[in-house]
């Protein structure tokens, strides 16, 4: 949609992208606490809020090479292991969190997007929110 540049925008939606997936390497075997998605490709804030989804405590091996998806709020992240989706309570391997002391191993971070979704004279359309479209 094409707006001047002095019309007013309403955020009426937001989605986060994995363009690409990072990768972690588990040092030493550990239990993490986290919630189970199953095996998703498409995460709906719907599914996100869900009540009564399977949570826990689950288990990295030593070894184990794990997809790291993406950073949420709060020091929670999302994974995939064995083609399940986990949103795992604390991950110490992220960029500046405390507690990985010699656990994991960063192998490479998840590239991400935010996209915000935007209303101007009942027309709407998506907005790619990053450093260098929005301030």
Not at 76 to 83: G, L, Q, S, V
Request: aromatic share 10%; proline share 3%.
């Amino acid at each position: 949609m094409n707006i001047k540049a002095a019309d007013p925008l309403k955020f009426v939606g937001r989605r986060y992208r994995t363009i690409k997936t990072g990768k972690v390497k588990v040092l030493k075997s550990i239990d993490l606490n986290g919630r189970f998605f199953g095996n998703v490709d498409y995460l709906t804030s719907e599914h996100y809020g869900r009540i009564g989804l399977k949570e826990g405590p689950f288990s990295l091996k030593k070894g184990e090479v794990i997809e790291y998806l993406q950073d949420r709020a709060e020091g929670n992240c999302f994974i995939r292991k064995n083609e399940e989706v986990i949103d795992v309570d604390w991950c110490a391997w992220m960029p500046g969190a405390s507690g990985n002391d010699g656990k994991y191993q960063l192998l490479s971070a998840p590239v991400t997007e935010m996209w915000g979704q935007v209303e101007n004279n009942e027309k709407r359309g998506w907005l790619l929110i990053n450093d260098e479209s929005v301030q």
